[in-house]
């Protein structure tokens, strides 16, 4: 009778649970036996930890039992083949058990013994530091992500042969770089099946190494609504005809927004390890990530889910970055109806039947919008003939309770020939701006320091009513929109949290009468005869 034990990580959601792995051999009618509650995925492993076993040692011709624990916990995929084999050899005492019982494994293995590369490494490896973990086995392309956790010891291995000459003190056999082993295209941030993000890691949508901020021509207001969303974290909505500039600001979004501090980094990497979505040898995410999804884009697709236990959607994938819904009224109301908890709560709740997984989702929202179907309604000249009704029911697609969470709504008019042909003013670069946006997040950061938020958009309207109000007489005009119905409670708490950004960019110790009327105009789209460029931006 044989028996030994290691661990791996089981993963829920974006989070990981430590699952030991424990093999019993004792003799009778050679069987492998998998218990623990594992699903599909995780019942193949007999036959790839079978066939792999054959390349590293002789398969124990006795009654075999691997159970996982604590079984109640839902397991799944492939991750466990390292920890499964390992415990077998354990059991058959081809290596020393005492070794195995303080190592985590996390890997897939081939038939061939290979060791192939699995989703959620980092937060795999954060669980089982977390867990007083100090050794943790990784594919040898997962290994720069796992390095990632401190205070953990990390072996990169390429093969079953070479974990078990590892193991054993025996000498590690050159095994060549494995082809194969690397991630398949679900894995290498390709694609998700049915989903079509359209996701661009570090804030880098499509070929962000030449966009600039100063390519976008004209377009002052929409250049301030910019600069204000990325510093305070505000969703904003640009409205206009085709051509005038929406998706140019948009994909420029991400790329002012300061780098993500260690902390967030992390967070984002794990749910992108998750989601399978890290391209090969780039291990950390360290800008805000940017996630436009296509209009046909489903609501499982958008807040995540999925067969089994549910994984990251879009909402999820760009938390500490951008989502961009291009042609917003043509998603389905059932899809943009559902971001409406995240925007609030800064996370999703998905229930399935397998169990229910939190998702971090604080990302910033921005929308872009044709003013009718065809784009030229209330343009002089457009040629606009869509009826009226079918004018309200376009508009009509983006719902109230959805736009009254939404800070900064802003017509994006079409350029004029004198700003096409640069006669006029450029606009600042990406850099300029940037630089004026960490400033202003360094600002908020330092007067947020002893609370639980970050930004601007975070803090409560009763916080910020009674801890940080406005200047004595500023919020005036605000209050009589409230009083006439033109703002709703929400709306008024948002303005104000607008107005501290406002007042953070113009290095203000407080939001000035100036900075409120921005704030209310932006918030509205009524122009309130305020200046609308901030810094040089105009």
Not at 529 to 536: H, M, S, T
Request: net charge negative.
């Amino acid at each position: 009778m044989g028996f030994a034990r290691t661990c791996s990580v089981a993963l829920v959601g974006v989070e990981g649970v430590v699952v030991e792995v424990q093999a019993d051999l004792e003799p009778g009618v050679a069987a492998f036996t998998l218990v623990g509650l594992p699903d599909k995925s995780l019942s193949e492993s007999r036959d790839r930890v079978r066939a792999a076993e054959n390349s590293g040692g002789e398969w124990p011709q006795k009654k075999l039992t691997v159970g996982l624990s604590p079984a109640s916990v839902p397991k799944s995929g492939s991750g466990f083949d390292l920890a499964i084999a390992s415990a077998v050899l354990g059991a058959a005492e081809r290596i020393d058990p005492r070794v195995l019982s303080e190592i985590v494994m996390i890997g897939e293995l081939g038939l061939d013994g290979r060791v192939r590369p699995v989703r959620g490494v980092l937060p795999a490896v954060l669980a089982a530091a977390d867990a007083g973990y100090e050794q943790v086995v990784v594919p040898e392309c997962s290994a720069g992500e796992a390095a990632l956790v401190p205070g953990v010891s990390v072996l990169g291995v390429r093969s079953l042969r070479q974990l078990i000459a590892v193991l054993t003190d025996e000498p590690v056999p050159d095994e060549p770089p494995d082809e194969t082993g690397r991630p398949d295209p679900m894995l290498a941030g390709l694609s998700i099946p049915g989903q079509g993000l359209g996701v661009g890691l570090a804030g880098m949508p499509h070929d962000a190494h030449i966009l600039d901020l100063a390519d976008v021509v004209g377009q002052r207001a929409a250049r301030t609504a910019i600069e204000v969303a990325a510093a305070g974290v505000h969703h904003v909505l640009l409205q206009g005809p085709p051509g005038a500039g929406k998706t140019m600001l948009a994909e420029r979004l991400p790329l002012v927004m300061p780098p993500l501090t260690r902390e967030e980094a992390l967070e984002v990497t794990a749910i992108h390890s998750v989601a399978g979505m890290l391209p090969p040898g780039k291990p950390m995410v360290d800008a805000a990530p940017y996630c436009a999804p296509h209009h046909s884009a489903t609501m499982q697709s958008l807040v995540g889910g999925g067969q089994g236990m549910p994984r990251p959607g879009a909402v999820s994938l760009s938390h500490r970055g951008v989502l961009f819904l291009d042609e917003a009224p043509e998603f389905s109301g059932q899809a943009l109806d559902a971001l409406r908890q995240p925007l609030e709560s800064g996370h999703v709740v998905i229930a399935r039947s397998a169990g229910v997984v939190r998702l971090p989702a604080r990302f910033l929202m921005a929308l872009a919008a044709n003013p009718c179907p065809c784009g030229n309604h209330a343009l002089v000249g457009g040629g606009c003939e869509c009826p009226p009704a079918a004018v309200r029911r376009y508009q009509a697609r983006l719902s109230g309770p959805l736009l009254d969470r939404v800070d900064l709504r802003v017509d994006v008019e079409p350029v004029t020939r004198a700003e096409l042909t640069g006669s006029g003013a450029q606009g600042e670069t990406t850099a300029v701006v940037r630089e004026r946006v960490r400033a202003a997040r360094e600002r908020a950061a330092a007067r947020l320091a002893e609370t639980p938020w970050r930004t601007n958009s975070e803090v409560p309207g009763h916080a910020l009513r009674t801890r940080w109000p406005a200047a004595p007489g500023a919020m005036d005009e605000v209050e009589n929109d409230l009083e006439r119905g033109f703002l709703t409670a929400r709306g008024v708490d948002r303005v104000l949290r607008v107005a501290w950004t406002v007042a953070d960019l113009c290095g203000h110790d407080r939001p000035r009468a100036q900075d409120v009327g921005l704030a209310l105009q932006l918030r509205t789209g009524i122009s309130r005869g305020v200046a609308v460029a901030i810094g040089g931006s105009g």
